[in-house]
């Protein structure tokens, strides 16, 4: 029986900086064939009639009425990240094309930036590390250590997925949260933890 032909993946490129990450390209090339758009733009005839997906990473490739009408078997545009604001839905859902995005995929890992980059701010880590390693050194004063995080205040602005972790590590610092959303949030500091 012969191998049945993957669907076509519409990619920007592998590798680069709104390019597929080149750890993930063997697992697509296990369920599709990845085609760039250097590759699609070269053989539109052939390729177009391949393509049944695109895969876009920040913001790129960019999906268009042109790219759209060129595409008649795409079925699906796959937006790495939360936001789809970078794509015309009322124009895609036109073509019959749906849209997938990850909306919680990154909310864990940007928390996590968040509050480290808030220690590493307060306690002036960066600085105290310089400080540590240059051979100047001879003593530390005692004014580099920054400022304490525990039981200061904290103020959100989006009590979104990202914001409410946030709020939930600064909560293990006997941090005080402050919020603002545009609409009403369940968040209640008693039950963050």
Not at 20 to 44: A, D
Not at 100 to 123: E, I, K
Not at 154 to 174: D, H, N, Q, T
Request: glycine share 10%; charged share 20%.
């Amino acid at each position: 029986m012969a191998k049945q032909e993957q669907p076509g993946l519409l990619i920007l490129e592998i590798g680069g900086v709104c390019g597929v990450l080149e750890g993930h390209v063997e697992l697509l090339k296990k369920h599709f064939h990845l085609i760039t758009m250097k590759e699609f733009l070269k053989n539109k005839e052939r390729l177009s009639e391949k393509i049944k997906s695109v895969f876009i990473y920040a913001g790129r490739p960019v999906v268009d009425r042109e790219l759209l009408q060129s595409l008649p078997h795409l079925k699906v545009i796959a937006s790495s990240g939360v936001g789809v604001n970078h794509l015309d839905l009322k124009l895609i859902s036109s073509f019959g094309v749906k849209v997938t995005n990850t909306p919680h995929a990154v909310s864990d890992s940007t928390a996590d930036f968040g509050m480290a980059l808030m220690l590493a701010s307060a306690r002036r880590l960066v600085e105290g590390c310089q400080i540590a390693v240059s051979p100047q050194t001879e003593h530390f004063a005692a004014d580099w250590l920054g400022d304490e995080v525990t039981g200061a205040t904290l103020g959100i602005i989006g009590m979104g997925s990202i914001g409410y972790k946030v709020a939930k590590r600064a909560k293990a610092f006997e941090m005080k949260i402050l919020y603002h959303n545009r609409n009403q949030s369940g968040f209640n500091e008693q039950n963050a933890c």
